[in-house]
């Protein structure tokens, strides 16, 4: 009974460290929470140690972490020698297979002598986990608790591992989770910064584009500003002749608006249609052979305008430097004042050389510091010095006329002294000995830092010998007219007396040829007689006229009828007018009253009235060279007589010289007749005068007074009467 | 100068007269008459041409200085037509120098007035005969 009881109480103790330890084993797992596998192993090694009397405990991990197996030893303090884990591990796989459920449940000589009871006890549903292995040499081992108890071990360990298997796992996942965040935050980094850096580039391009856009703007602004403002025609144009642009300058020039003429063909619009086609030729050949004579160079050709009107162009075409088709700008300006400009110089030029050729005179300055003389080119002619030459006052010596060089040289230092205008006239001799008078006039111009004489030379050498033959010829001259007028007066004599006499002649000879008939004419002859005393008479009166017209007599008062004595001077002169080729009109108006005066001297006027007529229209071929004369009452009891002619008149201002003696317009003849006609007239007390015509030529016109009552035209007849007698 | 006489005046040769003095033209025509010629008169040459004298005159005396139309001028326009009439010129002048040179002209003879009635005659025959 005792036994039994002791026996009880011990049961009962062993039971309830039984139940200590497994509730030791079942809480294990709260004190895993978080560990990792090893932990949990060496935990619950340590626990089964210490809760069973184990000589080893060993555990095998198949598959941990991926990793390779892991195994821990525990071993009890066994008596000799210790084996070590790793020889205990060794033995173990050495006796065991791997299927711990075909293991022997005695292993011999395990760690040495003696035989050790073993229970494996697999890890996992499968034993996949692993193995633990538990080993005792009590032959008693294990008892049913021990086997419990290892069992829950085994089941905890399995639950701990798998946790911990699959925290482990967890972390790994989170590890690898962390890491691949983190690489991948890496490679983002690294993508972010290489984006980064790619887009800072962009940027600087971008702005470096900007810039050089903002760039070309700004030079396309400037350049339009420029081509804007320009004041040459700016035009530009395709491969195909077509305008581009047209700047406001050539809008000015053409007349035409930009919009207007933008894409039309330049040629259609500003060049005129007869140079169209050549332009055409020039523009196509260029396309075909690039060889332009155009390009690069200024030309002047003919443009024209909107209106039509065609004006002169300088033009200067470039090609435009862009790749593809060939484009052209053009610079047109217009010319026209230019070319005037310089039309007028060369015709001022020319005028001047002209002037200067035909005026015999040449011009020249002469700057009194430096000596530099200019000379245009008539003095080189004038001098006969070569064109090319340096003109210097040694040079011009040379051609001074000896006599004259000390004069010249002395006027040149005073103007060079006293700067004082220059007349001066010397002579010039030529190398071939020739001499030559020439005036100069000068005058000083220019501030007095730079004084400069102007002046012209004038070649008179012709103008002083004609003065020289003028004044010779003068002297002969009155002497031949003297001879000329006696000749003038003789032949007009002759004329006269000659065609009553021929008359006479030709009827004295008839009469007689009829008397000397069978039988005689007598009547014929009678009538032929009758004309002989005629024509007798006619002669008588004619040689009776030029006595009383030349005669030198005293003057005799009487009645005249200034009709009749017009036709009696005319009778006389018409011969000779006739052959001087004049045509002469009368207007003696009827019923003129008689004047009293000279009837000669009154007729010697009407003569010479008649004469200088005739003479003023000697060189008039271009029209008639009429003469009218005229008789008419004027004022104040008088009568007045005129004598107009077309021919070539006198300057208004010499009318009072015309009457003084030797003034003449005449190149023949003394002059003499006006001078004397009026003395002739205020003898008469009337006047004398002359007045050009509204046309050609001039009047000459005389008025004397009417006579007074008591002489008649009858006395007047009369007087004359016994003259004619007397000659017949 | 009997058988001159009778001759009728339509058979005369004809000798045409032209001047513009009157005298002459007055006293020619008698004398040219005496001559035995038939005379007509023209106080200028442009009458003249328009007379039918033109084709009929076998002689011509033409006086040289006339108002419009002178002797000479008639000469040049009578050639001019290619009327071969020839030309005594008659004139008052007394210039000498014109004779050679209308004698160069081709005019028969160049009188200066007065002239005898036989250096007319002279004259005209030397015209017919030329002719």
Redesign the interface.
Known sequence: MEVQSEHASGEIKHLQRCINDLISLLALPAIWSGGDPSQVLHTLLDALMRMLRLDLVSVRLTDLVGGAPVEIVRLAELRGRVPSAHEICEALSQCLENDSRKWPPLLRNLMGEGDVSIVPLPLGLQGELGVIVAAAERTDFPRQTEALLLSVAANQASIGLQEARLLSHQKRLASELDQRVVQRTAELATANEELKKEFAERRLVEERLGQEEMELKRSEVRKAAIVDSALDCVVTIDHEGCITEFNPAAEHTFGYPREEVLGKHLPDVIIPPSLREKHQQGFARYLATGEAQVLGKRIEMTAVRADGSEFPVELAVTRIPLEGPPSFTGHLRDITERKRAEQELRRSQAFLAEAQHLSRTGSFSWRVATDEITWSEQLYRMFQIDRDAQVTFELICTRIHPEDLSVFQEHIERSRRDRSDVQLEFRLQMPDGAVKYVHVAAHIRGDHGQPEYIGAVQDVTERRSSEEALSKARSELSQVARVTSLGVLTASIAHEVNQPLSGIITNAGTCLRMLAADPPNVEGARETVRRTIRDGNRAADVISRLRALYSKKEPTIESVDLNEATREVLALSLSELQRNRVIVQQELVDDLPLVAGDRVQLQQVILNLLRNASDAMSTIDDRPRDLLIRTEPDDDDRVRLSVSDVGIGFEPQATDKLFEAFYTTKDEGMGIGLSVSRSIIERHHGRLWAMPNSGPGVTFSFSVPCKVEGLTSDSARASRTPSVSDAA | ??LR?ERRAVDRPLVSVVDD?E??R???P??LG??GFAARTFSSAEEFLASDCLDQARCLILDI???GMSGPDLQRELKLRGQEIPIIF?T????KSTRPRLLEQGAVECL??????TALLKAINTAFHRK
């Open positions: 100068m009997e006489q003095d005298s002459v007055e006293s020619l008698d004398l005496e001559l200085a006339m108002p008659i008052a002048s007394t210039d200066f007035k007065p002239f005898s009635d």
